[in-house]
Every structure is written in structure tokens, then in C-alpha cells.
């Protein structure tokens, strides 16, 4: 047997054995969480019952749908930039300058939903201004990505301190739960019945936050479903696939590489872009003091796709977990149910990201992600 058959066996041997040792570690995790679930359950008067409780709480449920907008919207941008061979680690950015953007517009306009678009709008801007320095310029896409990061978070913050006098800007409208709308609206009987079924269904345990969310929550669940499709059901999605893997064979094919990685990255853009506005529109209000109100949702976009596996599904998936971290922390901040000290709850959803990493961060990234190509190249 040849030497190099030999190390070919031991590398897979060695996957192998470490996808096994991953997926025992993940069971023993889901065990041991089972575990908990059930103690607490036959033990409702202990603190571990009341931690139970508070998990499965319609609450928590709501919260953490609201904090996952942010977070699931820039990592649907991520994976088409990334797939396409464009590594964007400038989401956290993207996100910073359509929270303020969508806050201004909709302060103008006195829409939530022009808001939005403003949202869209300045952050497929800024993403523009990454894809022609990374792809027209060939600039390395780690720094481009830092500097739109560092770009949106000193000039959101000034051109609020310019408008509004601070940092955080004055109090716009906000989203409206679907249930409120619909009361609102001008099919009295239709919505009557409407928002009676939805408010019997919010009084369910756990699932109910489900039928009293915002309009983005539904729209997040959607543009999950439609990112699916396009990137594996749809010609865009190959060509996209395709840039990512191997550019050469695209650009042999005729299609123009450079063009599908403009596509990707403003998509990612604009994805962004919704996931930014919803997040200040939600509230009603830009922060920007010290790291802004994103404060670092898009990094752990970064890492739910990553973690995903650049699927969207997989990437809401890991979106709802560190947001429903997130909202459960803030619950055990506020109801004080174990003699923990609060700075040390708010490391939680960081210190699951670093263990997820840890365990399950070998993503096999795209072959040419981060490689520039131009047309004709060897």
C-alpha cells in the first residue's frame, strides 16, 4: 500500500473520528438538557422548576424571536456573499448603519415600512462600496470587511450626534404586533374573527408567542424559505454556488463571475439591510453609544452560519438558539432566580458561541472564498 494511500485513510479516519466525537458530545448536551427539563418539571417549586418555567414561557419564546431577526437576516446575507467567494465580515456594519438609516427615514416619512426601506437602502449602499473595492479593487475582503464595520459604527453614531443632537435619536413608530394590525384594519368582521382566533392561540404555552409576533418575524421565517429555494432550486443559486467553488469552470460556462459576486454581496446587502431597520424599528429608536444597539449580532451571524453550515435553515436554527440565550438571560437578569451574578448570566449566549465553535466549528468553507478571479484568469 502506498504512503499516500496510507495518509488518506488516516485523515478519514481522524473526520471520523471527530465527527463521532462532535455528534457524542451533541447527544450527551441533549441529554443532559432533557434531564433538566424533566427535573424541573416535577419540581415547579425549586429554583431549577422556576428556570423551566421561565425557558418555556411565552416571554422568553417572544424575546427570543425578536432578538433572531437581527441576527437571522444578516447571516442569509452572509451565506450568499460568503458562497459566492466573497467573505463578508462586515455585517456587524451593514446592520449598524440600517438600524440608523431605517430610524431616519422613518422619522421623515412617519412609516415603519418606508423606514424599512430606508434601512435596505443605505446598507446595499454601503455594501456596494465593499464589493467594488473587494471585487473591482481586489482588496484583501478580511480588512474591506473590518473597515465597513469600523465605517458604520463611527458614522451612524455622528450623523446621528448631526440630526438629533446625540447619539441615540428621538422616538419613531414601531412595529405592530400582526393581532393589532388586524384589529385595526378596515375589514371589521374578517379581522374580528381573525384576532380571536390568533389571541385564543397566543394564550398556548410556548407556541403562542407565535401568533402575536411582529410582521418581521413572519417575514424572517419567509426570506429563510425563500433563501433555500434560490440558492438550491434556482440558476442564481448555482451560479452562486459555483463562483464560490470554482470560478474558472463558471466563467468557461460563459457567465460572468465577477457580475454574480456584485448580485451576492448586494443581496447580502439588502438582506442586512431588514435585519438592521427591524432591530431599531422594534424598539423605536437608533442607539449608538459605545458599540450601538447591534452590539455584535452581526458577528454571531457570522458564527450561526457558520455553524449551519451555510444552509439557511441550519442558520435560523443556530440564530434561534443564541437569541433564546440571549432572551433568557435578560429573564434571569430581571427575575433574579439563582444567586448568580447578573455580569456573569450576560456571558451565556457568548460563552455558548465560543463551546459551539469549539465543537462544532469545521465548516468546510468554499473553496474560493476570499480568492479574487477575473475573467480569462489561469
Known amino acids: 500500500m502506498s504512503d499516500d494511500a496510507v495518509e488518506a485513510g488516516a485523515g478519514t479516519l481522524d473526520r471520523l473520528t471527530s465527527v463521532g466525537l462532535r455528534t457524542g458530545i451533541g447527544l450527551v448536551a441533549l441529554a443532559a438538557f432533557a434531564v433538566v427539563v424533566v427535573v424541573g418539571a416535577l419540581t415547579p417549586g425549586t429554583p431549577l422548576g422556576r428556570f423551566v418555567r421561565v425557558l418555556f414561557a411565552n416571554s422568553t419564546v417572544s424575546a427570543a424571536l425578536r432578538l ?23 455585517l456587524e456594519g451593514l446592520l449598524i448603519i440600517a438600524a440608523f438609516g431605517g430610524v431616519y427615514v422613518a422619522d421623515v416619512t412617519g412609516s415603519v415600512w418606508f423606514g424599512l ?27 474591506a470587511g473590518l473597515a465597513v464595520w469600523l465605517i458604520a ?11 438629533y443632537g446625540s447619539t441615540n435619536t428621538e422616538g419613531v413608530g414601531t412595529f405592530r404586533t ?64 459555483a463562483s464560490g467553488e470554482n470560478p474558472k469552470a463558471l466563467d468557461t460556462a460563459g457567465v460572468n463571475v465577477s457580475l454574480v459576486r456584485y448580485k451576492a454581496v448586494l443581496l447580502s446587502g439588502v438582506l442586512s439591510g431588514i435585519g438592521g431597520a427591524a432591530l431599531a424599528l422594534s424598539i423605536g429608536q437608533f442607539s449608538g453609544s459605545g458599540p450601538t444597539m447591534v452590539n455584535g ?34 429573564t434571569l437578569q430581571a427575575r433574579s432566580l439563582f444567586a448568580i451574578p ?37
Not at 68 to 90: D, M, Y
Not at 153 to 163: E, M
Not at 188 to 211: E, I, Q, R
Open 68 to 90: 433572531s431577526v437581527p441576527i437571522a437576516f444578516a447571516a442569509l446575507g452572509g451565506i450568499f456573499a460568503e458562497k459566492s467567494g466573497v467573505i463578508n465580515i462586515g
Open 178 to 241: 400582526v393581532p393589532r394590525m388586524l384589529a385595526e384594519s378596515s375589514l371589521p368582521v374578517l379581522s374580528t374573527m381573525v384576532v380571536d382566533g390568533l389571541a385564543w392561540a397566543a394564550d398556548l404555552p410556548t407556541v403562542g408567542a407565535l401568533f402575536s409576533a411582529t410582521p418581521v418575524v413572519y417575514l424572517m421565517f419567509v426570506a429563510v424559505a425563500a433563501s433555500w429555494w434560490t440558492m438550491n432550486r434556482t440558476s442564481f443559486g448555482r451560479h452562486v454556488r
Open 342 to 378: 447578573s455580569e456573569l448570566v450576560r456571558t451565556v449566549p457568548y460563552v455558548t458561541v465560543i463551546v459551539v465553535l469549539a465543537l462544532f466549528g469545521r465548516t468546510r468553507i468554499p473553496e474560493a472564498a476570499g480568492d479574487h478571479y477575473e475573467s480569462g484568469e489561469e
Open 117 to 143: 426601506l430606508g434601512g435596505v437602502v443605505t446598507s446595499v449602499l454601503l455594501a456596494l462600496l465593499f464589493a467594488v473595492v473587494c471585487i473591482e479593487f481586489r482588496a484583501d475582503q478580511i480588512i
Open 153 to 163: 459604527l463611527g458614522l451612524a453614531p455622528f450623523l446621528s450626534q448631526v440630526v
Open 297 to 330: 449580532k452581526g458577528f454571531i451571524a457570522i458564527v450561526a452560519y457558520l455553524f449551519g453550515n451555510y444552509n439557511p435553515i441550519g442558520a435560523l436554527l443556530s440564530t434561534l438558539l443564541f437569541a433564546g440565550l440571549d432572551a433568557l438571560q435578560l
